[in-house]
T-cell receptor, first 110, second 115 residues
Framework: EDQVTQSPEALRLQEGESSSLNCSYT??????LFWYRQDPGKGPEFLFT???AGEEKEKERLKATLTKKKSFLHITAPKPEDSATYLC???????????FGKGTKLTVNP | DAGVIQSPRHEVTEMGQEVTLRCKPI?????LFWYRQTMMRGLELLIY????????DSGMPEDRFSAKMPNASFSTLKIQPSEPRDSAVYFC?????????????FGPGTRLTVT
């Protein structure tokens, strides 16, 4: 069964305090791994797609990496506006569907 | 460009009533997805279409749920009869299946409350 586990469930950081969010997955033939950001009352917002182990992508203070069984979302010097729930999802081979983890709720205090 | 449009944004109904949720995907996208989000289960796929054809409906909870996509710019998700356990946020997403890239873009969601 395709499954995604994210940790921690919640993370509180001080502004400027860098950290990483974790995503572990089991999937039948990984087609792609996705990171989304979700603000309260809104739909998930696409951040990154990673396709193969060793791949890295960056956007502003965010950097996503992929290994064979895990992905990491590293946040460098976060700001309060980075506060949100970050969702990790995998797309199994042969399908376009996304299987989501339950997310990490990030709070960045000023 | 307009994003994915969903209506209504909020729906409150009584148990046993029919509920219809609507979605307009991003123009030019050829895949459309319906997801449901709850605190307990997170975000789960219900059904998806490619070129208006249902491809995977294995996530549809039971026969009370049905989805249609009569054309490339419109889809509906219907619940009949509705039950309190159907209370959730329902998201529609669309993507352009083209080569290796196929990220999904989500609408703002419909918050459904069944009393």
């Amino acid at each position: 069964e395709d499954q995604v586990t994210q940790s921690p469930e919640a993370l509180r950081l001080q502004e400027g305090e860098s950290s990483s969010l974790n995503c572990s997955y089991t999937v039948s033939g990984l087609r792609g791994l996705f990171w989304y950001r979700q603000d309260p009352g809104k739909g998930p917002e696409f951040l990154f797609t990673l396709y193969s182990a060793g791949e890295e992508k960056e956007k502003e203070r965010l950097k996503a990496t992929l290994t064979k069984k895990k992905s990491f979302l590293h946040i460098t010097a976060p700001k309060p506006e980075d506060s949100a729930t970050y969702l990790c999802a995998v797309s199994p081979g042969g399908s376009e569907k996304l299987v989501f983890g339950k997310g990490t709720k990030l709070t960045v205090n000023p | 460009d307009a994003g994915v449009i969903q209506s209504p944004r909020h729906e409150v109904t009584e148990m046993g009533q029919e509920v219809t949720l609507r979605c307009k995907p991003i123009s030019g996208h050829n895949s459309l997805f319906w997801y449901r989000q709850t605190m307990m289960r997170g975000l789960e796929l219900l059904i998806y279409f490619n070129n208006n054809v249902p491809i995977d409906d294995s996530g549809m909870p039971e026969d009370r749920f049905s989805a249609k996509m009569p054309n490339a710019s419109f889809s509906t998700l219907k619940i009949q009869p509705s039950e309190p356990r159907d209370s959730a946020v329902y998201f529609c997403a669309s993507s352009l299946r083209q080569g290796p890239t196929y990220e999904q873009y989500f609408g703002p969601g419909t918050r459904l409350t069944v009393t």
